[in-house]
């Protein structure tokens, strides 16, 4: 079992940027996949980034460049810096946790078991 607490959402303008952060509280996430996910209003839940036990990162088209996922295993966290953030950017950020062994990172949802509650981000004009 696996609890995941994000924060670091917030209101900023276009252009700006905020770093998001996801505590773990349960297993080791050393050997975890992890991924960010982001749900609009009306919209599906769509992988935004994703990094596996090796380090090895994904990031969805959209956000290439602008995004960067990261996590500190030895504070059980994972981190997302977002930059250059425009209003398409608008969302609830969730973080995904996956203990079992797949190859590569994941930007599916359906391949993660535990998920936080999520933190909003409002980019404006």
């Known amino acids: 079992q696996a609890n995941l607490l994000e924060s670091g959402g917030g209101a900023v303008q276009s252009g700006g940027s905020l770093r998001l952060s996801c505590v773990v509280s349960g297993p080791s996430i050393s050997q975890a996949h992890m991924g960010w996910f982001r749900q609009a209003p009306g919209k599906e839940r769509e992988g935004v980034a994703a990094i596996d036990s090796a380090g090895a990162v994904r990031y969805l088209d959209s956000v290439k460049g602008r995004f960067t996922i990261s996590k500190d295993s030895a504070a059980n966290t994972l981190y997302l810096q977002m930059t250059n953030l425009e209003l398409e950017d608008t969302a609830v950020y969730l973080c995904?946790?996956?203990?079992?062994?797949?190859?590569?990172?994941?930007?599916?949802?359906?391949?993660?078991?535990?998920w936080g509650q999520g933190t909003q981000v409002t980019v404006s004009s």
């Open positions: 995904a946790v996956r203990y079992g062994y797949t190859r590569g990172p994941k930007l599916s949802r359906h391949q993660y078991d535990y």
